[in-house]
């Protein structure tokens, strides 16, 4: 069917109010190490959040793995101002590396890495929603494994399919990329492409992707007390 030249609609958001769950040692074979809150960034968690859903979708990916392999989460439900903060800062150093680009070139740079800290439904932050995960795979003491580039590293390797496209480089890298990649999509999560760290489930971002009209997790606002959250509002 010919296109009428009109961008596809934005998914619509239709919250389940789903619980956010905090991931504890009682999910076995699941580690965490919040990487913002080591880094200190103001209102960052202590711990990992996420949707119910979500958390019983990585149970799956789990049966999926060989038994020596486990998950690392590097982050999960990300508050408001954690959001806002991670784009400043990503947009700060892309503007030391890129000293010439214009500020319309800045800024889309900057949405390839990080999303606008927006929580309209149209241009829904996907860690807004609990529904979104940074994570990588471990062996079974939650030690990292090669994936080929450091978590949140800005340049052309972090895109997915990289070591796809040049195996040679780091055979390793690759094969776990693919693991990781067959694990989470089998269970039901959708990739962003430019993060191979990256997973989304049930909001609108994995919404596009699929391309379900309807996303049922939306954004997600909370109060937080010493690094935990104290009060969650669902939009």
Known sequence: MASNGNPPESPSVSESQELLI?????????FIEPIYYQQKIPN???????????????????????????LLLYDGYRPFQVQQYLFSHFS???????????????????????AMP??????????????????????RQGKAL?????????????????FEHNPSENLEACRHRRLLYNCMTQAGFSNYAEEWWHYDFHNVAWARRVQAKTACYGAIQVTIQD???KEIRYQ
């Open 22 to 30: 905090q991931i504890t040692a009682a999910h076995r074979r699941i």
């Open 146 to 162: 090669n994936l080929g580039t450091a978590f949140d590293e800005m340049n052309e390797k972090s895109a997915t399919r990289y």
């Open 44 to 70: 960052s968690l202590r711990a990992i959040y996420l949707r119910a859903g979500v958390v019983e979708r990585l149970q799956q990916v789990l049966t999926l793995l060989p038994k020596d392999y486990s």
């Open 118 to 139: 927006s929580a309209d439904a149209a241009h829904l932050a996907p860690h807004l929603t609990g529904g979104a995960i940074d994570i990588t795979l471990a062996d």
């Open 92 to 114: 700060k150093q892309l503007a030391r590396i890129m000293p010439y680009a214009t500020e319309q070139e800045l800024l889309q740079a900057t949405k390839k890495y990080v």
């Open 227 to 229: 690094h935990e959250i």
